[in-house]
């Protein structure tokens, strides 16, 4: 039996997709709150297994992995059922494409390191930080619909989960966390409410975490 342990924060994009590769794959792991909000990640201890001191890092038999997308390629690759990929070597291409456009575009912009400097040296207040995401995200979220409007069935690409859609939930939560309207998108739309049904995604949903708080807890 292997052993798996997520270091993780319950309202962390990047923890939130992590998990939700764990729990697709019917992967049991033991889940270990790091609060950003309290500095955790900056701990001594911690960063000995993420030097940038980020989440989610990914512990599995001793073996250390950070980062979410290693993470979950790794998970593709060592439990590879069910698959996180289409078998299709173009169709592989463009999932990865929308996780990009998540990963390398979106999220860092709307990150908390982003948003905490954004506020210490240029003294933006919560409004201005709203507005900020509010302007990136509409060119991600864009992108994604023009995109998955050519690709998507039940989900983001057919009728299968794959990788792009561990990405996208997560981030729309985000979205809507800075009040973005990400009402104009009925493809992103569908795909989100289809997945939330999935019993793998409510028990990865950041509301429904061991360090959720009282007042988030759905």
Known sequence: MSSLTLYNYFRSSTSYRARLALHIKGLEFDYKPISLLKGEQHSPEYRKINPLGGVPTLVHNGKVIPESFAIME???????????????????????????????????????????????????????????????????????????????????????ITMADLFLIPQLLTCTRFNVDISKYPTLIKINENCLKLEAFQKSHPFKQIDTPEEFRK
């Open 74 to 160: 790794y998970l593709d690759e060592v439990f590879p059922k069910p698959a996180l990929f289409p078998q299709d070597a173009y169709l592989r291409a463009r999932v990865r494409q929308v996780c990009e456009v998540i990963n390398s575009f979106m999220h860092p912009l709307g990150n908390l390191k982003t948003l905490q400097y954004l506020e210490k040296h240029d003294g933006y207040s919560q409004e201005r930080k709203e507005a900020w995401v509010q302007h990136w995200a509409a060119q991600g979220l864009e992108t994604l619909e023009t995109t998955l409007k050519e690709f998507s069935g039940t989900y983001s690409f057919g009728d299968q």
